[in-house]
């Protein structure tokens, strides 16, 4: 049973209109509106629809030698071209959905900046809109800290999976070969 289309929408659109919804927002809109404030989606849907968008083309814009997501370059010198731009990547993705109030550098930073997020322990448990951090699979250090030169990993959880920035292609992408590389540490919930 085909689920019925939208009021005053035919069919054939119905799928395509959340989609022109979702590229009009993230074009027109600076940081998302407060919480709470009519209309508004909720932070894990920010998260989910900007992430999506992303990979969708909306809000990066790729040449030869660079790569910029919503107007912050994420594969600088700053780093290393992109292959430890993961922490960059995540964090201009949660302050435009005004999670964070900066874009930081490092893994350990972004965890700091979600400390008072609902902590997440089973890779199970994450849903659309998690932020998830992983350490690497075999030299992470025993304690799992994040001690910076790639020990750790963020992404952020989508309806169609991990959207991070892949160190082998040195872009923000879902999924992918480089995320064996890796193991769960933690997830974190907004509030």
């Known amino acids: 049973m085909k ?3 939208l009021p005053g929408i035919p069919r054939r659109t119905s799928c395509i209109l959340p989609s022109l919804l979702l590229a009009t927002w993230v074009l027109t809109a600076g940081a998302a509106p407060e919480s709470g404030a009519p209309g508004n989606p909720s932070l894990a849907a920010r998260l989910d629809s900007l992430a999506l968008a992303t990979i969708e083309g909306h809000g990066l814009r790729t040449t030869h030698d ?5 107007g912050v370059r994420t594969n600088g010198p700053d780093t290393k071209n992109g292959r430890w731009a993961c922490a960059k990547v995540a964090s201009v993705v949660l302050r435009r959905a ?6 930081v550098l490092a893994v350990r930073d972004v965890e700091r900046a979600l400390s ?3 902590p997440i322990t089973s890779e199970d448990s994450l849903r659309p809109g998690d932020v998830v951090v992983w350490t690497r699979r075999f030299d992470a250090p025993a304690n799992g800290a994040c001690i910076g ?3 750790c990993h963020v992404g952020i959880v989508t309806s169609r999976g991990y959207f991070h920035n892949d160190p082998l292609r040195k872009q923000p992408t879902l999924g992918g070969l480089s995320l064996l590389a890796f193991q769960f540490k933690a997830g974190y919930r907004g509030r």
């Open 3 to 5: 689920p019925p289309p």
């Open 66 to 70: 660079s790569v910029v997501l919503f």
């Open 98 to 103: 005004g999670a964070m109030p900066k874009v």
């Open 116 to 118: 008072k997020w609902t």
């Open 149 to 151: 030169g790639g020990t």
